[in-house]
């Protein structure tokens, strides 16, 4: 059973760079017709996309949040990254990683979920 | 940019039917998806494609898409339906979009 379970830092100071990582196991990040996204949700709040990855490298981005992210993946590690650069309080969040098969299918497996405190 | 509307909260009885709806330009002709969060619980997707049901999903929880709003239809509903619930679709220009989210209460 594919299992996704997120990791970093819980603390970032503001302007710093968010960094996680999103672990695959009980299957291959490098599967055919998969992307691996990630997606948050500040406290209280709704969900947001910020962006997916294929496992040979393209990349799609929300355009609000373009400029700060870069997602990443290494199969050799079976695993994908998120870095958010610039950092406000406003990206405190609960940061979720999740799977998706291509671009109109829903996120069928998804991570427990890692909280992120933007704070100095 | 696009953006989907959904009601802040639904509220139905025990047994009840629930609809929850979507609202967005032309949203007939994208491919809509339904996710059911509990707190402190990551989504679980419940539809995908409009109208199809996820394995292990029951066959309370329908869905349909037509010209400018998608319904989620839960039939039956249970006091474990309690949850809130997002719709999210692909867009050329925004790639993925959540909705607002709707609370769903079951009296």
């Known amino acids: 059973q594919l299992q996704l379970q997120e990791s970093g830092p819980g603390l970032v100071k503001p302007s710093e760079t968010l960094s996680l990582t999103c672990t695959v196991s009980g299957g291959s990040i490098s599967s055919s017709s998969y992307y691996w996204g990630w997606i948050r949700q500040p406290p209280g709040k709704g969900l947001e996309w910020i962006g997916s990855i294929y496992y040979s490298g393209s990349t799609y981005y929300n355009p609000s949040l373009k400029s700060r992210v870069t997602i990443s993946v290494d199969t050799s590690k079976n695993q994908f990254s998120l870095k958010l650069s610039s950092v406000t309080a406003a990206d405190t969040a609960v940061y979720y990683c999740?799977?998706?098969?291509?671009?109109?299918?829903?996120?069928?497996?998804w991570g427990q979920g890692t909280t992120v405190t933007v704070s100095s | 940019s696009y953006e989907l509307t959904q009601p802040l909260s639904v509220s139905v009885a025990l047994g009840q039917t629930a609809r929850i709806t979507c609202g967005g330009n032309n949203i007939g002709s994208k491919n809509v998806h339904w996710y059911q969060q509990k707190p402190g619980q990551a989504p679980v997707l419940v539809i995908y494609r409009d109208s199809n049901r996820p394995s292990g999903i029951p066959e309370r929880f329908s869905g349909s898409n037509s010209g400018n709003t998608a319904t989620l239809t839960i039939s039956r509903a249970q006091a474990g339906d309690e949850a809130d619930y997002y719709c999210q679709v692909w867009d050329s220009s925004t790639f993925y979009v959540f909705g607002t989210g709707t609370k769903v209460t079951v009296l």
């Open positions: 999740a799977r998706h098969k291509d671009t109109g299918y829903g996120m069928d497996v």
